[in-house]
């Protein structure tokens, strides 16, 4: 029963380096989505995503953001130059259908120092 | 925004019942009530999910009042495993494009020995 896995699970980055994420779905869902939940505070939506497509990235911050989902391969939340206001644990979910539940990897926890 | 409201806080005994309640007044005809919750940082689970009749799995109940303004989550026999945070959100399925799973401040269910 393999979820939705995301790698890695704890990430520490210096300030101005570049931070990569990445959540392979569960097996036949073609639907992504990332969250970001930020210390003490709850999920807040940032980016959803099919295959090779961004469908809504209006959660997402304009700038050092970008979220790609390639026909092979996981999908990749990239930040770049990171500061520290990034830190918070970032969430992917997928789905089977758009508006199918949404089942939620384990988080990885980016730390910027 | 979300569009529930929760306790912020609730306790109960191991092996009893535990039941948590939302308010969601604004509710619309086609929005289906979620559970989902979050062990100690951990990626949410989905627990459940009901449209106007009542759910059960092997996890939980769910009742979902008649006028469809509140709900009820109830784990039938709680253990220590079940301290979490529960969040309630409203959202459409199957249709529209409310894919945004909008999480508030939920319920911390502490269970307690």
């Known amino acids: 029963n393999a979820g939705v896995m995301q790698n890695p699970r704890h990430l520490v980055r210096r300030r101005g380096q570049e931070a990569r994420l990445r959540c392979s779905p569960m097996k036949g869902h073609s639907h992504v989505y990332w969250y970001r939940q930020l210390p003490e505070e709850g999920l807040k939506f940032m980016v959803y995503l099919q295959k090779e497509n961004i469908i809504d990235e209006s959660g997402m911050p304009k700038e050092r953001f970008s979220a790609e989902f390639p026909k092979e391969g996981p999908s990749i939340l990239r930040i770049q130059q990171v500061v520290r206001g990034d830190s918070a644990a970032y969430f992917c979910a997928s789905s089977a259908k758009p508006l199918d539940t949404q089942y939620f990897g384990p988080g990885t926890r980016l730390t910027v120092l | 925004d979300a569009k529930t409201t929760q306790p912020p806080s609730m306790d109960c005994a191991e092996g009893r019942a535990a039941n948590l309640p939302c308010n969601h007044s604004?509710?619309?005809?086609?929005?289906?009530v979620y559970w989902y919750r979050q062990i100690h940082s951990q990626g949410p689970q989905y627990i459940i999910h009901g449209l106007k009749n009542n759910e059960t799995n092997e996890m939980a109940s769910l009742i979902i009042t008649e006028d469809r303004k509140s709900s009820t989550l109830i784990l039938p026999h709680a253990t220590l495993r079940d301290t979490a945070v529960y969040y309630c959100?409203?959202?459409?399925?199957?249709?529209?494009?409310?894919?945004?799973?909008?999480f508030g401040k939920g319920t911390l269910l502490t269970v307690n020995p």
């Open positions: 604004t509710i619309s005809g086609n929005e289906y």
């Open positions: 959100i409203v959202s459409l399925a199957g249709g529209g494009s409310n894919y945004k799973l909008t």
